[in-house]
């Protein structure tokens, strides 16, 4: 364009339209939506900012030692040295898949030395980000080639629903928790079970339900067995604390070998975050078992082409560090001595906050303190009382008041002990 020429001789300027504040302002963006704080991190948030020392910090999931701080495995901090003194070692891109050796080795973790599925290479496995990699690869996963209803539990860690409709699967709660009696809902889980569409996905917890603690007996796992064979649903596995709920890996496995064992073709999500302790590294996996080798073949090129168009490489640091332990012979007994620490530094803790509230004559059954196992604690306590328990004594925990049993030690179970007994008789 031509520049438009004064009477002078001299280019003039055009100003261009005034633009009002409102209309500035204006973004394309109006109809997005402030999002509410994530409930655990915020929760974390107003701990954190708590100045008072006598504050409980019983909301977030993560292992802490006597002295109430977090705890760097020991059999960590040594691959950690392998890995650093290792001039091989690089930053190079992996696989679609991640580290193969990683992989292969939490598929054999999960399935067993010995498994049919893995000697019949009816199995893949590929590196995910952490659990809830895992849960949402296999959400995508199960959405684009196998979709169905999804069952959850209620109550349920946070992320399930989130994950599965995020992938566009249609989500179903059903009652796991008796409030009432403080146990599992056995005769609705069977009734979920019975009465659902055929063919439709449940989510199970392999070990250490979270949040509730409360897990099925081998016997009743048998019979969840036999009902969804006869109605063909589909089983997603998430096993995010084998060895650190009971201190014995394969006793937290047993549901998932016996669906492997009974012909089940299913999914399961593996992270490392608490029974490692790598919280933040993000190590992970996805495995799968299927009725031939052929269809794993196929099952692992759609996992690579899922990861391909999402996070294109899982993160290296925490597989290597779990990769070396486990194929060490040595490394691998060290680290379930690790686990054995941490899953009876728990149960203690189970043990004498029980005592405690049994000393005090706190009204109410608190045997289900004792009955649930792994991190985290049903207390039964109600929303007021949460909130009570908070103001009064700078406990923290959720509102459908969940605790993880790793923040209690020593130190302080007493007088959270005696911050139950307040709110249970006066909130």
Not at 47 to 55: G, L, N, V, W
Not at 105 to 126: F, H, M
Not at 137 to 149: E, I, N, V, Y
């Amino acid at each position: 364009m031509s520049p438009i020429v004064s009477p002078s001789g001299v280019p003039s300027v055009v100003k261009a339209p005034a633009v009002s504040p409102a209309a500035e302002s204006k973004s394309q963006w109006q109809g997005l939506t402030l999002m509410p704080e994530d409930p655990i991190f915020k929760l974390l948030g107003e701990c954190m900012s708590d100045p008072s020392a006598d504050k409980i910090n019983l909301s977030v999931g993560a292992y802490r030692c006597d002295d109430g701080k977090p705890w760097v495995l020991p059999v960590v901090q040594k691959a950690k040295q392998i890995l650093l003194n290792d001039e091989t070692a690089n930053h190079e891109y992996t696989g679609l898949d991640g580290n193969q050796s990683f992989n292969e080795a939490s598929a054999r973790l999960i399935l067993g030395e010995n498994s049919q599925a893995i000697k019949q290479k009816r199995y893949t496995c590929i590196q995910a980000v952490s659990g809830t990699g895992a849960n949402r690869l296999a959400s995508d996963f199960l959405a684009k080639f196998r979709p169905g209803t999804v069952y959850i539990t209620n109550p349920t860690w946070g992320n399930h629903p989130k994950i599965f409709g995020a992938s566009g699967l249609p989500v179903i709660e059903y009652q796991y928790w008796n409030p009432k009696t403080r146990s599992l809902n056995y005769d609705i889980l069977l009734s979920t079970l019975n009465n659902a569409a055929n063919g439709s996905i449940f989510v199970l917890h392999a070990c250490a339900h979270n949040p509730t603690g409360l897990d099925p007996t081998q016997a009743q796992w048998k019979e969840i067995a036999s009902i969804m064979k006869a109605k063909n649903h589909f089983p997603f596995f998430d096993c995010a604390y084998q060895g650190f709920a009971s201190g014995d890996l394969d006793r937290d496995v047993w549901a998932v070998r016996y669906f492997v064992d009974q012909g089940f073709e299913l999914l399961c999500a593996q992270s490392f975050s608490k029974n490692f302790g790598l919280y933040s590294e993000r190590a992970g996996c996805l495995t799968g078992v299927f009725a031939d080798s052929d269809t794993a073949v196929r099952a692992k090129s759609q996992f690579c082409a899922l990861v391909r168009c999402s996070i294109s490489n899982a993160p290296g640091f925490g597989a290597k560090v779990v990769d070396i332990v486990l194929k060490d012979e040595i490394l691998t007994k060290e680290w379930k001595d690790n686990l054995k620490t941490m899953a009876e530094r728990i149960t203690l803790m189970r043990v004498t906050l029980f005592n405690h509230l049994v000393a005090l004559k706190t009204p109410g059954n608190w045997t289900h303190i004792t009955s649930q196992i792994g991190m985290f604690s049903y207390t039964g306590l109600t929303v007021k009382q949460v909130s009570a328990i908070k103001s009064k004594f700078h406990v923290y925990m959720t509102d459908e008041g969940r605790i993880s049993m790793a923040g209690l030690n020593e130190k302080n179970v007493e007088r959270f002990a005696v911050a139950v007994d307040w709110v249970v008789r006066n909130a």
